[in-house]
């Protein structure tokens, strides 16, 4: 069986079929953990707008979409609720009187998309169904919405909008069909701040979340609302994104326009513990596995999409090592050696099935091995990672 | 007679009673007389040809001269008889008249003779009377003085004894005089002659006393001799003297040796501590004696460095100078007199049975090597102190003279193990030597960068203020950016050129260790490994290596602070590892080579792995320059997108400033790489790459694609268009590699600036006029920047692609008339 093809899906768009849309907002379904499934939003400014659910049938290799109505405006960014699998959030853009405004709002996707689609796909790609709304997530003072983070494995009930230069902090209440600000956090400095982009802690009861603006990366305590570090010129440029370790509670990806990735560890921030330059554009993207935290995917508008295996400052840097527990002491050499040989950190391989920038990056939340990654051009790819390296990984 | 002419040259010439014996032999042959056994002699000349022979036979000689000689020779020869018949006819008269006189006074003397035998006669008679008289006589004295004679042998005996046992007595006395007197070598040799004497008959009591005495004197003088021994004070002659009578009275060597050796030794340290003094203290003494003497100042530590510390004021060679002088004479001095006394004075005498030179070589040994030990770390104190590598010949002067002056001690003691750790230490002070220069030479790179950063610094602020003011005035070569960069070929050459003689000078200087009238030169270490390693490893090599590794350096630690080195500074240095891989590394090199390396032994760092590092840099150094130069324009097209309304824009009339700051930008940048490096290779432009020719292509395209995209009767079209483009084009690497040349670097830089513009203006929305706007501006680049990329489908692709992405983005996309752009591009 072929390893390693990539799956390839073009969105179109629903009904007619004009032209491939805009994307850049790419999501895995967080709360699904059995199905492969990727939301991703369109932007277009003359069509409504549509967030296409992919299902991916790991065994048949086959993709099936469902497309529901965004009518709001064009998706800059989705998030997934991590409790319930219908809820999500999009950041999105409107024009009223001439003016582009960004927004952000609760969804629930309606109830029988998935039946429907299932019993006769081609009518509903005819009559593609719309996003209930739920709540919005706006408050006029704090300007335009940059993207919406969910409480990572909460009851999805919390959730934090950045909007220029403030953080708030949502309360969704009675079946999140309204949110309060419940707290607030604004970034004070000279000129105009404006956050790009954040990630909310896994780590440490959820209590913290990271913040990029401009060449800066910002940690804040939820609790206090107050800053608690500050890489200042943690890249040479813009910050583009950042991602936790999701098994080592002090590490920290960034990526940004230098062209690099950088791992840091939050109680030393004079240096990155690791910088990586393998992409010749920007990274926009960085992303690690959940589970195996040397995996880190990066995306990038050179079009190409990065799988980097980090062993040197992962969780696991000799292997996996409950495997080890488990082996008989007479095994235990021959698994040290063998967990010691991969140490090095490298690059796993590079995918290039893109023709455009790469936006956005994916690992899906059902299966540890598969990811997506999506193009500006509205060209979706599924990867798996490498046999090879999986067996590796895992023995 | 040729024969006999030969025969006199070879016997005659010394003796002449030879000559006369054969005259006299022949004469006696025409008489006929014939000794008895002469006859036997002259055998040997039976040949009838012989002139001279018995058996001559005129007729046979005759024919035979007839036979065998020409006429002139016959004539010759007939001479040659004639004369010889004369001489012998003279020889003959000669010695027929001296027989004949001494036969008459034969005759004469005969007759006297027979007178005078007759007187004898008489006078015998008498004398044989008078000799019975006197045996008569003597036998009767003899019989009378018998008795007398044995009494006289027996008193003569008794007076020496007497005279034995005199000396014996008054030998105290005696002794003691001399003590008075100081006459110790006397009184030492008139105690041994004594010594056995008294020892035999020392059962006799009166003996016994006088030997007590004796001991008691000597052990005085011998108390005496220590103390003047020990006094020191007295001449190394004397000194000698002294050890050599103690040694005679049976005084233990080794003490004597010891003690000689301490007395040597207080005058060598004397000489060790003048040395010393001359040393500056080390800086942690100063210090301390600093905060010993103002603990005021204790907290206040900068002061410490104003205090005058006490400074060596003789420089090393003055220093090694008195140390030789002083310390290495004297201690010379010292071995030789040393062994004088104990080994070789000892081999001779008595004492060797004791093994006494072994024992005071070793202790010899011992001796030198402690003192010359401190010696030693006094000299490597002193070495270490000369910093300053001004002057190296000093250096080297001081280190040989300090060498060739151990090779005396050397000679004297031959294998002791001072004259190795003197090399040792000019070894070492040669290394650290080098080290010193390779820093220097560090500092010095380092310096020149500086004054290169503060040279590019001052124009720079001219150039700005001239393209503030030149305005558009980008369009020709000869922009504002002409008159700055106009240095940087200048200062290119005077910085590889004073690096260049910089190296040569150290080379130079270094090149003075392995001079030939050093004695240390012809050392191993210096003819091999202080070439090889020393000079050029850790001096050449390292020095190339480091200029590589400052230069990665510039990139990286500017790489996140964002341009903290100036461009031009990085296009400068690429340019130098440039040169350095091309030709300076090899010519450095063979330098180096030429004046160190005679044969090569040890293996060395190829050029080819120099050259490749310094390509590395360069390759890194060119990398970055364009980054950074990328960077700073990208800066200003990512401001200008995010900052502005485009929703809410007026339509167009002017290209933006910023577009024109770019292209000036672009055209100044472009002038400081044409100063640095070639044209390069462009893809050859088709026809139709001049403005006129790219505004139909672009016209005629990008008019055919907006059709396309906007009508919905061709929905196909536009994506068809823009991915059948992006199949048939190469990826586009952004931040990529360039190469050496103008083209390249231009291309990298370019790419860098249209790829963020275009990602910005995927992140806006637009509106008519905004699109139109961008329109005008990609048109305005379109028609500047293609003259300086290698292909210009690179610039289409990218400015098409900005313009597809902004009617992408625009709510209301109603492009432009492309001779509308024109009008507004042509009119700036």
Known sequence: MEDDAPVIYGLEFQPCSVRAPQARALSAQTAETDAIRFLVGTQSLKFDNQIHIIDFDDENNIINKNVLLHQAGEIWHIGASPADKAVLTTCYNKTCDSRVVSCAAVWRMPSDWETGSHESPD????????????????????????????????????????????????????????????????????????????KWSPHHNCSQLATANDTAIRGWDLRTMSQIYCIENAHGQLVRDLDFNPNRQYYLASCGDDCKVKFWDVRNIQE????????????????????????????????????????????????HLVDDEELSEGEDNHQDDKGKEPLKDSVVSTYEEHEDSVYAAEWSSADPWLFASLSYDGRLVINRVPRALKYRILL | MDGEADETVAVGDDCVPGRRRRVHGMLKLYYGLNEEGKAAEESESLDPCDINGPHFDPELYLNKLRRECSLAELMDQETCMVKQIRSLDSDMQTLVYENYNKFISATDTIRKMKNDFKKMEDEMDCLSANMAAITEFSASISGTLQ??????????????????LQFLFELPARLNKCLELQAYAQAVSSHRRARCVLQQYSHLPSFKGIQDDCHAIMDKLAQELRQKFRDGGSSAKDLSECVELLLQLDEPAEELCDKFLSHARSRLESDLQGLEAEIRPYPSAAKDASARRSPSLADNSPKFNTLPSPTSNTDILEFIDRGCNEFVSSL????????ELFINHAQT?????????????????????????????LVERRIQEEKSVGDNSLLVRALDRFHRRLQAVAKLLPGSAVPNKGTEIVIRAATERVKQYLSALQSFYMDSLTDVRQALATPRLSVAGASVAGGGAHLGGPGPGRDAPNSLPELLSSLSASILNQIKSVLASVHLFTAKDITFSNKPYFKGEFCSQGVRESLVVSFIKFVCQSSRHFCESAGDKGGSTPPALLLLLSRLCLDYETSTISYILTLTDEQFLDQHHSPVTPVT?????????????????????????????????????????????????????VVEDTTSIDVQVGLLYEEGVRKAHSSDSSKRTFSVYSSSRQQARYAASYTPSAPMDTNLLSNIHKLFSERIDIFSSVEFNKVSVMTGIIKISLKTFLECVRLRTFGRYGLQQIQVDCHYLQMYLWRFVSDENLVHFLLDEIVGSSAHRCLDPAPMEQSVIEVICERG
């Open chain 1, 123 to 198: 009518d509903t790609a005819h009559n593609p169904q719309t996003l209930e709304l739920l709540c919005h997530l706006n408050d006029s003072a704090h300007g335009n919405a940059a993207c919406v983070l969910w409480e990572p494995m909460g009851d999805g009930k919390r959730v934090i909008s950045l909007a220029d230069n403030h953080a708030l902090l949502w309360d969704l209440q009675e079946s999140s069909t309204q949110a309060v600000v419940s707290n607030t956090a604004t970034l004070e400095g000279k000129g105009q701040l404006k956050f790009t982009s954040g």
């Open chain 1, 272 to 319: 990155p513990v690791k910088s990586l330059e393998e992409h010749s554009h920007w990274v926009w993207s960085v992303r690690y596995n959940h589970s195996h935290d040397q995996l880190v995917l990066t995306a990038s508008s050179d079009s190409r999409l990065i799988l980097s295996n980090m062993v040197s400052i992962s969780s696991e840097p000799f292997g």
């Open chain 2, 349 to 377: 005498g008595e004492l060797v049975s004791k093994n006494i030179p072994q024992m005071a070589n070793c202790k010899l040994h011992a001796f030198v090597d402690n003192l010359a030990a401190r010696y030693f770390s």
């Open chain 2, 147 to 164: 008795d007398q004679h044995t009494q006289i042998t027996k008193l003569s005996g008794v007076h020496t004894l007497l005279r034995k």
């Open chain 2, 609 to 661: 792995t120099l050259c490749a590092e310094a390509k590395e840099a360069a390759q890194k150094l060119l990398n970055h320059y364009v980054k950074v130069q990328g960077l700073i324009i990208s800066q200003m097209l990512r401001k200008s997108v995010e900052t502005r309304d485009w929703v809410n824009t007026i339509e167009p009339r002017n290209v933006r400033a910023v577009m024109k700051r």
């Open chain 2, 332 to 339: 010379c001095l010292v071995i030789t007199s040393y062994q």
